[in-house]
């Protein structure tokens, strides 16, 4: 059996989980009562949920001991690096079936639907690559700086991590993240709609130490180039200000280990609060000029088409945004009454001040509760409690960050930016529950 959205317990999973009937019938019968347990030990100052009366006494999955509990288990380091329980393995990264592969280039998109708190796991982090992915070998890896420098210099990897270094927790979306959506409703489900965003705590050096370390000319060198090691020659420019508030890092870590090879092991750009394409995978050099340098991922694409059929360029802050990953569209909700609604926030000019959540379409708003941390251009958890009276309902989320920048409906952010484009959709997402408790992506202006 695998289970793919893991939580809450009366949710059926997604249709491309490939769960069958036994399988569903499984989690209806034990995660409904799992979850009523925890209900019950519930913290006070949270709501006590009405729930379902309890399962019978005479249960024979607590009556009759299974056989974990009469045999011997599994020696250490059976699996030397660990994996996930064999009963979760429906839950992984997966290409949307209406994006075609060229070459190298694709995209797979994380499983928002089953992740619970802030971090997303590595090995479930998205992924987009121009020209495939390698396992490059860090010994031979090296940076190069140069450009408008005292001292161009090339960095080996064991230069790079004996430096002084920071670890920081931030989100990196896709500039292209829900594109799919601009005209209308197009995709089934939370990963395939918000899956090309993730959150990781990464660790390596402020590109401004190594820039100091050169003797960067910080007067006329008011930008960077940062160009990747792969085929796709993936080159972008970054504004010396960002690098410049020391939040830039040249990033060898990703969640406490080396950065994965699909995520640009053995050394990546993390920009925070900017879109993903700025995250340079593989990177290998870093050119100081005194202007934007207009290269082809910066000029033909990661564009916004604009109503008037200009071009803006440029675009690069990720802005405020969220989304409900729990109930989402494709699950089913086995029963009314007493369900947690859960989902995420994010905002790349900062923190997240508050998030709102609304049952009938955007008529009433609730405040949902920002579970900590709640931190700087990274993702935040949100929850609501909600008891479902089992009539037909429109689930939305709305973000505020700490600039006071609010998400946008699709009818305000059409207004403004047409249908035509593929970047940077931050729309209120909407999910429509029907009476049978099937939910699905629906547009509200
Ligand atoms: N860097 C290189 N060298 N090559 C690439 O194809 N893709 C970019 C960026 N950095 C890319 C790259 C894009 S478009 C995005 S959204 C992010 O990496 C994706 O990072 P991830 O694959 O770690 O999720």
Same mark, same amino acid.
């Given at each position: ?12 999973? /997604? ?17 409904? &009562?799992?979850?009523?347990? /925890? ?42 690096? !660990? ?20 070459? !190298?280039?694709? =995209? ?23 020209? +495939? ?13 140069? !450009? ?23 989100? #990196? ?58 085929? $796709? ?44 394409? $700025? ?9 100081? +000029? ?6 082809? &991922? ?33 699950? #089913?909700?086995?029963?009314? !009454?007493?369900?947690?609604?859960? +989902? ?15 049952? &009938? ?14 931190? $700087? ?37 059409? /207004? ?22 099937? =939910? ?6």
């Amino acid at each position: 059996m695998a289970i793919e959205y893991a939580r809450p317990g009366r949710v059926r999973p /997604a249709p491309e989980n490939f769960l069958s009937d036994t399988d569903i019938e499984s989690v209806q019968n034990g995660r409904r &009562d799992f979850i009523r347990k /925890a209900f019950v030990t519930a913290s006070a100052a949270m709501v006590v949920p009405a729930v379902a009366k309890a399962q019978s006494a005479g249960d024979p999955a607590i009556l009759n001991l299974p056989e974990w509990t009469t045999s011997l288990g599994m020696p250490v380091a059976t699996h030397p690096y !660990g994996m996930p329980s064999q009963y979760e393995r429906g839950l992984v990264r997966r290409e949307s079936p209406g994006l075609t592969r060229v070459g !190298g280039s694709s =995209v797979s998109f994380t499983p928002l639907q089953g992740l619970f708190g802030i971090i997303t796991p590595s090995g479930l982090h998205f992924e987009r690559h121009h020209q +495939g992915w390698h396992d490059i070998d860090p010994a031979r890896h090296r940076l190069m700086i140069n !450009g408008l420098v005292k001292t161009e210099a090339v960095y080996t990897m064991d230069d790079i991590m004996r430096l002084p270094s920071v670890s920081r927790i931030h989100f #990196i979306e896709c500039g292209a993240n829900t594109g799919m959506e601009w005209g209308n409703v197009a995709v089934p489900t939370v990963q395939y709609t918000h899956g090309m965003i993730a959150c990781s705590e990464f660790t390596g050096v402020p590109l401004k130490l190594i820039l100091d370390m050169c003797g960067a000319d910080y007067k006329k060198g008011r930008f960077v180039l940062a160009e990747g090691a792969d085929g $796709s020659s993936m080159t972008r420019t970054i504004p010396m200000e960002l690098i410049e508030s020391g939040e830039v890092l040249v990033a060898y870590g990703q969640n406490g280990e080396m950065l994965r090879p699909e995520n640009g092991y053995p050394l990546r750009l993390v920009v925070p609060g900017v879109q993903g394409v $700025s995250w340079v995978k593989w990177l290998r050099r870093i050119e100081v +000029g005194d202007m934007p340098y207009g290269t082809k &991922d910066e000029a033909i694409h990661y564009i916004d088409l604009m109503p008037d059929g200009l071009h803006r360029q440029y675009t690069s802050t990720q802005e405020v945004k969220s989304v409900i990953t729990t109930p989402s569209g494709g699950q #089913i909700l086995l029963d009314k !009454g007493f369900h947690n609604i859960s +989902g995420i926030a994010w905002s790349g000019r900062g923190k997240i001040e508050r998030v709102d959540v609304s049952v &009938d379409g955007g008529i009433n708003w609730m405040p949902a509760r920002l579970e900590t941390p709640v931190l $700087s251009k990274a993702i935040t958890r949100f929850n609501v409690d909600w008891t479902w009276d089992g009539k037909p309902a429109i689930l939305q989320s709305r973000a505020v960050d700490e600039t006071g920048h609010v998400q946008p409906s699709y009818g305000q952010l059409r /207004a403004v930016r047409g249908t035509s484009s593929i970047y940077h959709n931050n729309a209120i997402q909407s999910w429509r529950l029907a009476e049978s408790g099937e =939910v699905s992506n629906v547009q509200v202006l």
